[in-house]
């Protein structure tokens, strides 16, 4: 069920319609509200300009965060692949020694 939160970003209040909690609606709103004052305390910049320079950095966190995960993605299928040729490996191991503890078997009867 969507919830209506409002938050403050700026000064300006602003209404959201949301399937997330309002408490995680407001960190959101807070992390857009400082990446905007950083925008707007370091550059001489009007609030659309300012909103349009927070939108487009908090799009390259998104795209390098994105990227990141992909990499580790790639990087635990690769993880995984070696553990399953190890697992194979050992697997392999197991019955070679079957096979010499019953060829020893053979040769030794008791």
Do not use: W
């Not at 938050?7 to 909690?21: D, K, L, P, Q, R």
């Not at 635990?76 to 020893?104: P, T, W």
């Amino acid at each position: 069920m969507a919830n209506r939160i409002a938050i403050t970003i700026c000064g300006e209040e602003y209404t959201f319609i949301a399937e997330e909690s309002a408490d995680y609606m407001h960190k959101v709103g807070a992390y857009v509200g400082e990446k905007m004052e950083e925008i707007l305390d370091s550059s001489k910049v009007g609030r659309t300009d300012a909103a349009v320079l927070t939108a487009t950095n908090i799009a390259d966190e998104l795209f390098k965060a994105q990227a990141a995960a992909e990499q580790l993605r790639r990087q635990i299928k690769g993880y995984l692949d070696e553990a399953a040729k190890a697992q194979a490996q050992v697997s392999e191991m197991k019955r070679e020694i079957l096979r010499l503890q019953q060829r020893l078997d053979n040769r030794n009867p008791t």
